[in-house]
């Protein structure tokens, strides 16, 4: 959504802009827990913090992983940066849903498509391969280690890419056995140039992090019928960040 486009519509996860008869939970005095108004799963949330601030993951990693905490195992915590999938770029809010509905839920367990690449202190930083895009699983038990990691991990991605705002990135995270897993997908851009193709060439898909995990979500019924598995690599890997930038901002983390 363009910044002129938001300027002229009211946020609607401002609290005085919520439907009529919306109910909320209140957490840790900062977020609000609401129901998704437009629900891919079942129990889908929309966790909405109660001041209008931007979407950034930065300095909100630790209410991010304190959440997965605090849900539990059975639960994902979601979470789109504001110029590749989030809805609402203007307000900072994070998604939960349960666990075990995206393939990359799966695909991440299995311990031949892991590679340890980095570790610091006690979280590590593993590259899954062969997954048609690029994906890197971030692993530990200790809240500052995991959270320090991340945001060492996103400072390499702005100094490699030579850019001041937060890099394009999707995350979707767990917490089991006292244990934090976060997969990220590190993007070179939103949509896919199909999505802007004319006539029945074009694919209405705007890959965010539901997305990118294995889920495409696809408005309109013809590109529901019509995606072909040649298709879906072909999004992701226009839609991926390139593996020798993501190589070369692993070994730029300090």
Known sequence: MAGKDINQRPCFLCIKHL???????????????????????SSHFTVSH??????????????????????????????????????????????????????????????????????VDAARLYRVRDLGREVILLEGAGLTAVASTLKSFLNALKRVLLIE??????????????????????????????????GNARILVSPGVIDMGGVLVTPVEKDFKGLKAATVESIYREVSLEAETVERAIDAMV
């Open 19 to 41: 439907p009529e008869g919306q109910k909320g939970i209140l957490y840790r005095s900062e977020y609000l827990i609401l129901c998704n108004p437009v629900p891919i799963f």
């Open 50 to 119: 109660l001041d209008h601030r931007l979407q950034a993951i930065g300095e909100n990693i630790h209410a991010f992983l304190q959440f997965m905490a605090d849900l539990g195992s059975g639960w994902t915590v979601l979470y789109n940066g504001p110029k590749c999938g989030a809805s609402a770029p203007d307000h900072l809010h994070f998604q939960s849903a349960p666990s075990g509905q995206m393939p990359i839920e799966k695909e991440i367990r299995g311990e031949k498509r892991l590679t340890l690449i980095k570790q």
């Open 165 to 198: 705002e937060e890099p394009l990135v999707n995350i979707a995270g767990f917490y089991e056995e006292g244990k934090w897993r976060l997969v990220i997908f590190p993007r070179r851009k939103h949509r896919p140039g199909a999505f802007f193709k004319e």
